[in-house]
């Protein structure tokens, strides 16, 4: 049954109209990106951004990662990690976080999750040095407007 | 009679309310301080004071005569109209005791300080003092235990350390409390003044910025101002509080880019750990800074070879030019010797060709010694700390023996070099760590708790024999050291060294409280155990923490006589002083 809906022209057909979905610009998801290849290198004298990561400068994307304890209370502001953060409580600053963290700002005030929860998060990617004016916390990369959902 | 006896009674009453009310000190009661050595004076009164009032004496004498500076008085330093005074930058080269009082025309408060001098001339050419941060008596055990081995009851070989003649238990509390952080404890040897958490190369005064607490004179200044050269060489990030603790002066050990500047300003000759990101200008992607100061190009400009790997670090110090290098090879921590050497984790496959302890402390003796008046180093074995406090004992072992191997080659060099340089082994503070016996997965049954061998049952570990660097080459044996640690927060016990990478024992949930790693939950034999330590608020520990047990000095070479018994940590400095004559009254021009 399963094997014969799709033989043929009608798996043809499926497929272009699968196509013909996905560049819809209304419809489009967005586009899932991986912590990995956010940038092309990571060196002691620098990260550099990749190419795809640059040519979505602006546009709706998605990332996957772990909300950090956040730097002020009610807030809208949240750094999103590759792996669960354990902070050392006696250096609490930035001095102490991975050099590939991307802050979200969120479309609403974050209520935290689990932080040992994967989330995905969802906004508009924007690319380069950027001070957040609240917590002074430098960024290279932020994702705006953002919502966020647990993974299952 | 009556308005006579008035002023009396008022009298009595100040006098009586005199500590609640009496003004703060710095340098603090009891303050021992190098002659000739550059420090901070303040004082905090509790209200607002006018400058016609106040009188600031030193034996008796005005403050002016002996100091030759005027303070400045801040009318308002709290914002609540409590007013101090600051004198910044003065010495004192007679050597004695001095009776300091500060007086608000009112109340009046005394401290003393004990001024002391050093031999005229040095006995020791060059200094290295080595720190393993956390570094307990159990790491040390352990250690030897794994990388020496055990034959009819007795050790078949000594670490290196194990063979410096002088010993010394030395006490680390801070003047805020029992239990000190790497700053403090590290300040306590580069400045010999006590100091609080969190702070480097200042008291805890009640100033509002970091910055502008009462400095003291840190070894590095010392030593680059009496011609000698310095260096800090280790495996955290090189603003971390233990190599800082050379140069900087803040209230707030997290201040990473103020720190790299004060670097640059002390022009310490070899600055070699992680930690690139805060020298990098904040425009550049991966970059720390808060401002666009590119502080790789300044080191450049003042003429420091710059090195990312080891390769180009072993280059750089056999070209007989370099005389000043700075080397980053990490962006956060260097990676410890498990993953370095063996397990390949961490961020090895990121950063290939990082030094350990040892290569970088054969590199920087190599440049510090072309300077012919000598040397000061410190070394850092940083991460038996970092481990400990995630709970990561195979990890903290390994960097144990990586710090011995450190010690090793410096007697080596020493004793081909004029056997005139004075070697200090020590910790800055514990962890609570113990050798409790041994885990053996061929035990039976399947409950881990009851593998532990106690007593006899603890029998020898049955690691391979260390390879010629000195460590074994399998962690995961069968019978592996039990090595537990007393302070904990929740987590999940899992009786195995952790291969896959670092340990994370415990994370802070959507509730802000601290729970247990559920990472660890499945893996065979694991068990919950609830910690000990606070899980909520600002001090809630998601590791484990530093202890307040003495930690130990062994030392050899030329001034070492003067460690023995008990020891304040701050004594250490004085060692180091003495051994190199950085307080001999000529050693600056000033009264």
Not at chain 2, 115 to 126: E, F, G
Not at chain 2, 406 to 424: F, M, P, Y
Request: proline letters at 5%.
């Amino acid at each position: 049954m399963f094997s014969s809906q799709f033989a043929g022209g009608s798996r043809r057909r499926f497929f272009f109209g699968l196509a013909v979905l996905l560049a819809s610009p209304l419809l489009r998801a967005a586009e899932l990106l991986s912590f990995d290849g956010l940038y092309k290198s990571n060196t002691v004298l620098g990260l550099k951004f990749a190419e795809r990561t640059l040519a979505l400068k602006g546009q709706n994307v998605r990332l996957r990662g772990y909300m950090a304890p956040p730097l002020k209370p009610e807030s809208k502001f949240f750094v999103l990690t590759r792996e669960p953060v354990s902070i050392c409580p006696f250096c609490s600053s930035d001095a102490e976080w991975p050099v590939d963290i991307v802050v979200i700002y969120a479309s609403k005030t974050v209520i935290p999750t689990n932080f040992s929860e994967r989330i995905e998060v969802e906004g508009t990617l924007e690319v380069g040095s950027h001070t957040d004016p609240a917590t002074g916390f430098v960024s290279q990369l932020r994702i705006r407007d953002a919502s966020f959902n647990k993974l299952r | 009679m009556r308005f006579a006896r008035l002023p009396v009674a008022a009298a009595l009453l100040a006098a009586v309310c005199l500590p609640a009310a009496a003004q703060t000190l710095y340098p603090i009661n009891r303050a021992e301080i190098l002659a000739g050595s550059r420090f901070d004076l303040k004082v905090e009164f509790p209200g607002p004071v006018d400058a016609a009032s106040v009188k600031l004496t030193l034996n008796g004498q005005d403050y002016h005569k002996l100091l030759g500076k005027s303070a400045s008085l801040i009318p308002d330093e709290t914002g609540k109209g409590a007013s101090s005074l600051i004198l910044r930058d003065v010495t004192l080269t007679k050597p004695g005791q001095y009776s300091v009082e500060a007086s608000d025309g009112t109340n009046t408060r005394k401290v003393v300080w004990n001024v002391y001098a050093t031999p005229a001339k040095p006995v020791a050419k060059n200094v290295i003092l080595f720190i393993g941060d956390g570094f307990s008596v159990a790491h040390r055990t352990a250690a030897r235990i794994l990388s020496q081995g055990i034959e009819d009851g007795k050790l078949k070989g000594k670490l290196a350390m194990d063979e410096l003649p002088a010993m010394a238990l030395l006490s680390t509390q801070g003047t805020d409390s029992i239990i000190t952080d790497s700053a403090n404890a590290a300040h306590a040897y580069t400045t010999g003044h006590k100091s609080c958490v969190n702070a480097l190369g200042v008291y805890c005064s009640r100033a509002a910025n970091s910055l502008d607490h009462p400095k003291v004179e840190t070894l590095g200044e010392l030593a680059k101002r009496n011609g000698l050269a310095v260096g800090a060489v280790t495996n955290s990030e090189i603003e971390d509080a233990t190599p800082a603790a050379m140069v900087a002066h803040t209230r707030r050990r997290s201040d990473f880019n103020d720190i790299v500047k004060m670097f640059y300003d002390t022009k310490i000759d070899v600055i070699m750990g992680g930690g690139s990101p805060n020298f990098l200008p904040k425009s550049t992607p991966g970059s720390k800074r808060t401002d666009e100061v590119d502080y790789i190009e300044q080191f450049k400009g003042a003429g420091y070879a710059f090195t990312t790997t080891k390769a180009e670090m072993a280059a750089a110090a056999d070209d007989k030019k370099t005389t000043r290098l700075l080397g980053l090879y990490n962006t956060g921590n260097i990676d410890g010797a498990l993953d370095l050497k063996f397990l390949k984790k961490g961020s090895v496959s990121k950063f290939p060709d990082q030094p350990d302890v040892v290569e970088e402390m054969k590199a920087a003796i190599k440049i510090l010694s072309r300077n012919k008046k000598g040397f000061v180093l410190m070394v850092e074995s940083a991460r038996i700390d970092k481990y400990s406090h995630s709970m990561d004992a195979e990890r903290a072992i390994y960097d144990t023996i990586m710090l011995d191997k450190a010690v090793a080659e410096a007697k080596r060099w020493s004793k081909a070099n004029g056997n005139n340089t004075l070697i200090l082994v020590t910790a800055d503070h514990s962890h609570g760590v113990s050798v409790v016996g041994t885990v053996n997965d061929d035990a039976p049954g399947s409950d881990m708790r009851n593998k532990i061998g106690t007593y006899e049952d603890a029998g020898f570990p049955n690691y391979p024999a260390p390879n010629a660097e000195g460590y074994p080459e399998k962690v995961d044996v069968s019978k592996r050291i039990r090595l537990v640690f007393a302070n904990t927060p929740d987590y999940y016990e899992t009786f195995r060294p952790y291969l896959d990478g670092e340990n994370v024992p415990a994370i802070k949930n959507a509730e802000g409280v601290m729970v247990a790693n559920e990472k660890y939950k499945d893996v065979p034999g694991a068990v919950f155990r609830t910690g000990n330590l606070p899980n909520v608020g600002p001090r809630g520990a998601n590791q484990g923490v530093h202890t307040g047990d003495d930690v130990v000095l062994t030392a050899g070479g030329p001034g070492s006589a003067a460690v023995h018994g008990q020891m304040e940590n701050t004594d250490l400095f004085r060692v180091i002083a003495d051994a190199l004559a950085l307080g001999k009254p000529a050693a600056t021009g000033k009264k």
